[in-house]
């Protein structure tokens, strides 16, 4: 006999995102998925961005780091909260991880919540945290066939910032391809080219940031 | 390795409408999955053997069926199958693709006794 059930897998990561998206929305809290690499640049980039938006809103971090503090410790000697989650050698967050982590934050008095995901093209892209907007970085060094071979996290991503840049030359990075097979797999998405090392495609990028974060929390 | 959670939830939904529908023995248990999921259909069975043992899906197959990703062009109007390592338009090249389908990801039913 056969029972027709119909009933969504991922369904327990869901709701709990939803619940996580409800909680930032009644404090006010525009949250960001970062994601990427290992070595993609996630801290460097997620530390640019809070320099120059630091004037405007009230910033916190959340660390995803398989293990160490190395990434927690370059934030908190930004003098912001952050607080480190341990995934303990996961592949990626999980909503419910973020739900239990938001009680360590006095969330009345932030505007913005960066999560830096763990460092992975996989896994992080499967999972919703209760973000408002997904941030992928692709380093110049990874090569410019990255989307291709990984398409789904540049497919729920909201913008791409090819990081690194600056060695574009040094590598024969096709940058073109890049933007095309990502828009080829999200048309929505926002193409920038960044390099936190000189500064370059930083303003642009923080622009969009802060215009996505300012749609959110309708500051 | 992320296989584990999603084989509890694929395990706990099994429970659940077996229970609901008061069945002894859940068979087969059938799941549609988009092409775009990264998950490993082997890992899932493996760790879906370990966990069901004494429950009612103990030994239950899990016959996973892949929806290929469908896309529509907004170019010039193609819908069609599309690899996601190499996403164009078939007919004009174009890149302005909607996807249809690809991102599902559900337990459809169960074979029981």
């Known amino acids: ?219 | 390795m992320h296989e584990l959670a999603i084989t509890q939830s694929i395990l706990d939904i099994a429970e659940n409408a077996a229970r609901e529908h008061g069945v002894k023995k859940v068979r087969e248990v059938r799941i549609k999955i988009g092409d775009y999921s990264g998950v490993v259909p082997q890992c899932i069975q493996y760790y879906f053997d370990l966990i069901s043992k004494g429950t009612v899906a103990e030994g239950a197959k899990l016959k996973m069926e892949k929806l290929p990703i469908l896309m529509r062009c907004e170019e010039c109007g193609w819908q069609g199958e599309v690899d996601k390592h190499h996403i164009e338009c078939p007919a004009c090249g174009g890149i302005r693709l909607r996807l249809l389908q690809g991102r599902e990801f559900y337990v459809e039913s169960l074979e029981v006794d």
């Open chain 1, 1 to 219: 006999m056969e029972i027709k059930v119909m009933h969504q897998v991922m369904e327990w990561n869901e709701d709990v995102s939803d619940a996580v998206k409800e909680e930032l929305s009644r404090h006010n809290v525009c949250l960001i998925n970062v994601l990427g690499s290992p070595g993609a640049g996630k801290t460097s980039t997620i530390v640019s961005l809070i320099d120059r938006l630091r004037e405007r809103y009230r910033i916190g971090v959340i660390e995803g780091d398989i293990a160490g503090q190395i990434d927690a410790d370059k934030i908190h000697a930004l003098g912001l909260p952050v607080v480190q989650l341990d995934t303990d050698g996961a592949c990626h967050i999980e909503a419910m991880s973020i739900q239990h982590i938001l009680t360590e934050f006095e969330l009345d008095k932030l505007d913005v919540l960066f999560v830096e995901n763990i460092g992975n093209l996989v896994c992080p892209a499967e999972f919703n945290i209760g973000e408002s907007f997904r941030l992928a970085l692709l380093s110049i060094p990874e090569g410019d066939d990255k989307v291709e071979k990984y398409p789904l996290i540049f497919a729920t991503s909201d913008a791409l910032a090819m990081n690194k840049y600056d060695l574009k030359e040094y590598f024969g990075f096709d940058d073109q391809r890049v933007e095309r097979n990502a828009k080829a797999a999200n048309p929505d998405i926002q193409v920038f080219r960044v390099s936190s090392r000189d500064g370059m495609g930083l303003d642009e990028l923080t622009a969009w940031v802060s215009k996505r974060i300012d749609e959110t929390i309708a500051k």
